[in-house]
């Protein structure tokens, strides 16, 4: 019997973790009893542990049955930097080198080997002359017809369980429904194992969705919140994930298309730098992802809705596996909509992918948590909200649209219910175009009389409408807008309609733009560098080193002893016996630099201006000379003046202003503030020369 002792010093030692996730130790202390397992995990759940923990205490071979050539690699790079020996068979590798996997074994110097599910056959004579202690089946769900990735070479994998009938086998998989489930577990002939079935919320992903308008836009704003993370955006069409790449390569992002229409070796060097972190953000279809197990993926964009639920989740899965908070963002659009309504009528069957887009479409109008609608269609209930996706940290905002809907519902009638979306707000605003001209449109009763409401707005109210059920989209006549009859309803008995503000329009703040500049000079970004600088020279991808998790962890302990080191997740023995030097002298030099700064800092700085003011510079050229900003400039002037020393404040303020600010402070509750004038200016006058006329007034409040 193994002791629990010994359970967590293996864990720790080999994995650096002091703590297990969520049904870890007890699958764990029933492979190391001899019982066979299925255990059904999330992506990111920690599945590995689960096998390779019990590897490191059983006498003898654990064998990993992957179906991955491609990422079999990694797996064993990532356990040989942990201190595990463990190798890969596959077809991949030549006579030469399977002789020395079989040598390795043999003399024991081996304690996993992956292997994929067609190469099984040529280790016969491994399996005659060593002892195999445990068997395991990754992405088991590969057995079943009945799941997505079926793979024929798996069907196989049922002889294993005869061949080694007191061996214990556990097979693992993330695809969570009960007939594949079953499936797998008849399949492999374990029809006893016991299962373990994870909760599938991953509440480190966030969840939101936006309009799809201004795609482009709201993407530029979203990746300069997050400078050098890796992300997929996920779009359509191939020709899609081309253009968006390119036009992001303009604007200076490290982006890279990626789709099935690519030769096999541009996808494999953008797979693989992508994992190396050569390439920040991969712009892709649906065949890019399988093949990832990179745990630092910080976010995924959803550029066009996905065609079900499952493929969304499996998408969105693929952030944050470390368990670091990581975002994902799906935009939704009318048109999408259209496209997938086509591609599912077009369909073998119909009806279940229809049914399957119209969940989809639930999801993405949600009123209410989007994690609740998400699980439940997984059978998971969530007792609470979840208040990490978009509704629950910002719930909408009802009001009474009636009049509203009564000006889009009586447009679609006198237009005959004969046009799109896009031609009924062109009439509601009034537009001039070609198309409205042409068809006489101006004359209708309704044209132009709802111009005061943008028309991004009028696109919000009226989808709405449509999920509402008061408009439907007649996919096959164009698209145009039909009343139903609930519109009448709303039309002559005045039904009241309650509607929801969309989202402020987003632009790029002053404070973003510094939190930009503020990350590159962060330990955490050195940190970063120097582990990508240690992954390029050993040649494995830098997330094995160590995770975003320990990362940051690292950043916030900045342990600078041996014994802190080891103290930090995910740092076992040969990590801190491998880099541990390394890291420690990255944190000392940035103490230090940062300790000179703070001094340079506290000595002197508004001197410093104050030298070059006497030497004629203006604000401007002062803020250039020193690499400061003005408001900075002009915060030292105001010290200075302060302080005593010989400075003109005058020559910075308008009279009128300072006569502004005089007055506002008699009646201002927060005189003391700069934020109330600033909004009692409604922003006419800026933070500064707010500053400068409140120093010049001095303390005297009845001057
Ligand atoms: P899965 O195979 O289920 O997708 P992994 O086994 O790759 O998940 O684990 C995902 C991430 O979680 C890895 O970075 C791994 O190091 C980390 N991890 C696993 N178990 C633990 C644990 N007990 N504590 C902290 N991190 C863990
Ligand atoms: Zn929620």
């Known amino acids: 019997m193994i002791q629990d002792t010994a359970i967590y010093n293996t864990l720790k030692e080999y994995f650096g973790y002091d703590s297990f996730r969520s049904h870890q130790k ?73 002789e020395a996997i079989f040598k390795a074994v043999e003399n024991k110097e081996t304690k996993l080997l992956y292997v994929a599910p067609e190469s099984l056959s040529y280790l016969e004579n491994i399996f005659s002359s060593v002892n195999v202690s445990l068997i395991a089946i990754d992405e088991a769900h590969c057995i079943s017809s009945w799941g997505h990735d079926f793979r024929p070479a798996y069907t196989q994998l049922g002889y294993l369980k005869n061949r080694f009938p007191n061996t214990p086998l556990i097979a693992l998989t993330a695809t969570a429904d009960k007939a594949t489930r079953e499936d797998i577990a008849q399949q492999l002939n374990i029809p006893h194992a016991k299962k373990y079935i994870a909760s599938f919320d991953r509440k480190n992903i966030s969840l939101e969705v936006r309009p799809g308008t201004e795609r482009l836009q709201q993407i530029t704003r979203f990746l300069n919140k997050r400078p050098n993370e890796s992300g997929i955006i996920y779009c359509l069409s191939r020709k899609a994930t081309e253009n968006l790449a390119e036009k992001l390569q303009k604007a200076g992002f490290n982006a890279q298309a990626y789709h099935a229409g690519l030769n096999n070796n541009e996808r494999s060097q953008t797979q693989e730098d992508f994992i190396n972190d050569k390439i920040d953000i991969v712009c892709a279809t649906i065949a890019f992802g399988m093949g990832i197990d990179k745990s630092n993926v910080r976010w995924v964009i959803h550029y066009n809705m996905p065609k079900n639920l499952e493929g969304y989740y499996q998408e969105i899965g693929r952030a944050g ?34 049914a399957k887009l119209e969940r989809m479409k639930q999801y993405a109008d949600a009123l209410s948590c989007r994690r609740k609608i998400l699980l439940s269609y997984f059978g998971e209930f969530l007792e609470e909200d979840c208040g990490n996706c ?94 139903t009859p609930q519109a009448k309803d709303v039309l002559f008995n005045n039904q009241e309609v309650a509607l929801t503000k969309p989202q402020e329009k987003v632009t790029v703040t002053p404070t ?81 630099e940062k300790e000179t700064k703070k001094s340079r800092k506290k000595g002197a700085t508004h001197l410093e201006t104050f030298r070059l003011y006497q030497e004629g510079l203006s604000v401007e050229e002062i803020a250039k000379t020193r690499k400061l900003s003005a ?43 700069l934020k109330p004038y600033y909004e009692h200016f409604e922003e006419a006058i800026d933070y500064w020369t707010i500053r400068l006329c409140l120093t010049l007034l001095g303390n005297d409040k009845s001057s």
């Open 631 to 673: 408001t900075t400039i002009y915060s030292h002037i105001s010290k200075l003046y302060q302080d005593g020393k010989d400075i003109d404040l005058m020559q910075f303020v308008d009279a009128d202003d300072l006569k502004a600010v005089k007055e506002a402070r008699k009646m201002l509750d927060n005189p003391d503030q």
């Open 321 to 354: 596996r470390d368990g670091l908070p990581s975002a994902t963002l799906l935009f939704h659009s009318y048109a999408d909509v259209v496209q997938l309504q086509q591609f599912a009528e077009g369909a073998g069957n119909a009806e279940v992918q229809i």
């Open 26 to 98: 007890e699958i764990i202390e029933n492979v190391l009893k001899g019982n066979d397992c299925l255990v059904v995990m999330p992506t990111g759940g920690g599945k590995s542990i689960c096998y390779q923990l019990p590897a490191m205490l059983m006498d003898g071979l654990t064998i990993v049955v992957s179906p991955l050539i491609a990422l079999m690699k990694d797996q064993v790079d990532g356990l040989q930097v942990n201190g595990i020996s463990a190798n890969y068979f596959n077809s991949s590798q030549t006579a030469a080198e399977h």
């Open 512 to 592: 973003e733009v510094k939190e930009k500049k503020k990350t590159k000079n962060s330990l955490f970004e050195r940190l970063r560098q120097l582990r990508l600088d240690i992954a390029r020279e050993e040649d494995i991808p830098a997330y094995l080193i160590f995770n975003d998790a320990t990362l940051k962890e690292i950043e916030a302990e900045r342990p600078i002893t041996d014994d802190d080191f080891m103290r930090i997740n995910g740092v076992g023995k040969r990590k801190m016996e491998t880099y541990g030097y390394q890291f420690i002298k990255e944190i000392i030099a940035f103490n230090k």
């Open 390 to 483: 978009d509704v629950c940290k910002n719930p909408p905002q009802f009001f009474n649209g009636t009049i509203l809907a009564q000006k889009a519902l009586s447009c679609v009638a006198r237009l005959k219910e004969q046009e799109n979306i896009g031609m009924v707000i062109d009439v509601l605003r009034g537009a001039h175009n070609q198309q409205v001209l042409e068809k006489n449109y101006q004359q209708i009763k309704t044209y132009g009389i709802a111009n005061d409401i943008s028309w991004r707005d009028w696109q919000h109210y009226i989808v709405q409408m449509v999920n509402l059920g008061y408009l439907e989209i007649a996919f096959h006549q164009k698209n145009a807008l039909k009343l």
